[in-house]
């Protein structure tokens, strides 16, 4: 088992920035990616970063591509979701998660199997 523990969460005017961390535990994969979504009420869970553990290779959401910067910290087993410039539509739940492998299906929250509690975000205008 995979376990995810998400923190950094919170308030934050628009313009500003936060940083969410998501430590994994327990027994991870040679090969594994870790994903970040969102999911604001009455939405699906969108994507919006993910990093190959191994290599640091990174994908992006169009939506936050060069606002948000995913990377990990090996020492810690601790994956990072920097967020810059927020915007009010960024208020959401963020989840992080993991799936075995590569980045084949990195983007669709269906491949992953294990998932954090989440933590809110709120942007305000």
């Known amino acids: 088992q995979v376990q995810l523990v998400e923190s950094g969460g919170g308030l934050v005017q628009a313009g500003g920035s936060l940083r969410l961390s998501c430590a994994v535990s327990?027994?991870?994969?040679?090969?594994?990616?870790v994903g970040w979504f969102r999911q604001a009420p009455g939405t699906e869970r969108e994507f919006v970063a993910a990093i190959v553990w191994g290599t640091g290779s990174t994908r992006y959401a169009d939506s936050t591509q060069g606002r948000f910067t995913i990377s990990r910290e090996n020492a810690k087993n601790t994956v990072y979701l920097q967020m810059n410039s927020l915007k009010p539509e960024d208020t959401a739940v963020y989840y992080c998660a993991a799936k075995p492998g590569g980045l084949g299906g990195h983007s669709t929250y269906t491949y992953y199997n294990y998932w954090g509690q989440g933590t809110q975000v709120t942007v305000s205008s």
């Open positions: 327990g027994r991870t994969f040679s090969a594994y990616v």
